[in-house]
């Protein structure tokens, strides 16, 4: 069980007196004690927490910061919870050395065993088994050996020793699952499960390339990048669904924003790393977590899923332009199907789109696409997935007898934008806001076709002139505006109606401005209302009534505000000039807290 905690973190910390850089260590409490017991509520006094740490080998002394307290006085943690430490420090008190634990989750707040036979970290550094190392990470806290997996469920045979091509200096092999930045010594044996294409870059400061592979062993996947020089050296000897040895390359802290493999940490291929090809085949094949098509209306946009399906329809290659670069890329749709008599559309790019070359309805297995919303629920696959034809696995021949026998006749439901997607009333997706800079960047509203996009703004600056106009005072609402006739009186021609007096409602243009930019949008009756609090009709009163000051407070009132807006973006041709014409057809209150933890898991994402 002592492989649950991650030994030589206890080490690293209390060996050298430097934290390792961006650990987030799994770890025992073995007890935790408040320190300054005169306090109490009436004194001011705040509590502190002792706990004592175990990583499985050593343990050492930490103390909680007080904003952890409420951890304890509920027992959400308690002797023997397990955490997963997010953010510390170090600090020596009274000539100790002290891990303070600024932020951690709970991974088993009841836990019912002390895990592993831990020492006192202390003791082992006083009678010199463990050494103050000097400071710096590299050699921080070699592992003593890497420790099998529960069940003896081992990386082979083969570890530590009787290797092929062996005899360097490359250290026992680890299961990818043990990697961490604390070992320098180690080599994995994984199968390549997926591999990028290389993408080059160009920028300021030079040009470069790079591509990934994504390597997978029993006990979990790593994701690998190798830069220029690694490219050349290693893009052509890895290729997908084989072995290989990996050794003397870095671990790092994953950058979750580029890379969706289930790992803290990230491999980076170095100069002096040594991959080597394997014929083991017992390295496990790609594992799959299948969703049925019909299961893809209970995923979100931009969740992460594997499927598998029989090609039923293969579409001609295309090109389109991104929106986002303004470079085109091939584009190839596939539709599938599975035994739950749902289709759908599934979106390859690039390489993959242009050597598709199958119309024999194989069946395809895909690992790691992703969801989209479009026409209710659509695939896209990104580089990091991957695809296998015909896959020697139970699902594939299932299905390939389901549609030999009676799927190729039967009639699938599509996927339709009215299936799924959410209800007018809902609140924003947050993962779907554009800046209002994207919005100009992507060129929203420049093409025939009207786009719609959610953006979260301030109001800088609302005009008062020109705020309304004079609208047809039909109880049907009309809305239409009206004229007057030269007697007093107003018509509608719509209804073919005079009224003696119309409805003021709201044409306003209000400046709207993000982090990124600024624009003028056109607000009409509803939102303006909910925006300045007053119905265009008593506000065009009360500037008839010449109370200006009163009416302007509307105006300033209102500025400095944040919304939501649901946006509409449309070409409008004015003077003979076209140019994009921006529409709020709904402007919302933030959800202030939702968006407050949509940007910590966002910020979460850069390992800062
Ligand atoms: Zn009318």
């Known amino acids: 069980m002592a492989d649950l905690l991650d030994v030589g973190f206890i080490q690293a910390v209390f060996g050298d007196g430097e934290a390792p850089e961006g650990a987030s260590p799994v770890l025992q409490i073995l007890s935790v004690k408040k320190i300054n017991s005169a306090s109490s509520a ?31 006085d509920s027992k959400e943690i308690d002797k023997f919870s397990i955490i997963k430490l997010r953010s510390y420090t170090t600090n020596a008190v009274q000539g100790r050395r002290l891990l303070i634990l600024l932020e951690f989750d709970i991974l088993e707040s009841v836990y019912n ?54 005899g360097k200096d490359v250290g026992p092999l680890f299961p990818i699952e043990s990697l961490s930045p604390y070992q320098n010594k180690w080599t994995i044996k994984a199968r390549v499960s997926a591999k990028s294409e290389i993408k080059h870059w160009s920028n300021q400061r030079g040009d470069g390339k790079l591509f990934n592979v994504t390597f997978m062993d029993e006990s979990g996947e790593i994701r690998a990048t190798g830069f220029n020089e690694q490219c050349d050296n290693f893009y052509d000897l890895l290729e997908e669904g084989k072995v290989y040895f990996v050794s003397r390359a870095r671990i790092n802290i994953a950058k979750k924003q580029f890379n969706n493999v289930n790992n803290e940490y990230e491999i980076a291929f170095e100069r002096e790393t040594a ?86 309805s194989p069946v395809i297995a895909f690992k790691g696409v992703k969801v989209g919303d479009f026409g209710g629920r659509s695939l896209s696959m990104f580089s990091s ?123 306003l243009s209000m400046n709207c401005m993000d982090h990124t930019s ?12 909910k925006l300045l609090g007053i119905s265009a009709n008593d506000l065009w009163k009360l500037k ?28 409008d041709s004015y003077n003979e000039q076209v140019r994009v014409r921006y529409t709020c057809r709904k402007a919302g209150i933030p959800d202030f807290v939702a968006e407050s933890a949509y940007l910590s898991q966002q910020i979460a994402l850069f390992n800062i």
């Open 42 to 72: 009436s004194s001011g006094v705040v509590d502190r927490y002792r706990a004592i740490l175990s990583d499985g080998e050593y343990f050492g002394q930490a103390m909680l910061a007080v904003n952890l307290n409420p951890l304890i």
């Open 275 to 360: 991959i080597e090809p394997c014929d083991d085949a017992s390295v496990p094949q790609i594992k799959y977590n299948f969703k049925r098509v019909d299961e893809l209306a209970d995923l979100n946009k931009d969740d992460m899923c594997d499927i598998i399906g029989v090609v039923r329809e293969v579409h001609d290659l295309s090109s389109v332009t991104s929106k986002a670069t303004q470079k085109p890329f091939a584009k190839r749709d596939i539709q599938i199907v599975d035994q739950s008599g749902q289709a759908v559309r599934l979106t390859l790019w690039g390489k993959q789109a242009e050597s598709f070359a199958h119309d024999d």
């Open 113 to 166: 065993e002390k895990i592993g036979e831990a020492v006192n970290i202390e003791h082992a550094v006083a009678n010199g088994t463990v050494s103050r190392a000097p400071a710096g990470n590299a050699n921080a806290a070699p592992k003593a050996e890497p420790k099998g997996r529960a069940g003896g469920a081992g990386p082979g045979p083969a570890r530590g020793g009787a290797r092929q091509g062996g």
């Open 385 to 507: 997935a991957t695809m296998s034809v015909n896959p020697d696995i139970n699902e594939a021949h299932a299905l390939r007898g389901w549609y030999d026998s009676a799927g190729r006749n039967t009639q699938f439901n599509a996927y339709t934008s009215t299936m799924a997607g959410r209800s007018d009333n809902s609140a924003p997706r947050l993962n779907e806001l554009k800046t209002i800079g994207e919005a100009k960047d992507e060129n929203l509203g420049m093409r025939d076709k009207t786009d719609y996009f959610t953006t979260a703004a301030v109001v800088a600056f609302i005009k008062s002139e020109n705020f309304s106009y004079p609208a047809c005072a039909n109880p049907d609402g009309c809305n239409k505006k009206v004229i007057e006739d030269g007697n007093g009186t107003y018509v509608c021609d719509k209804c073919d109606k005079h009224w003696p007096e119309p409805i003021h409602r709201y044409i």
């Open 544 to 571: 008839e009534g010449g109370d200006e000051q009163q009416f302007q407070s509307y105006f300033t009132k209102a500025a400095g505000r944040s919304y939501t807006f649901e946006m509409m973006a449309k070409q």
């Open 518 to 529: 600024s624009f003028w949008i056109t607000a009409f009756n509803e939102v303006a209302e």
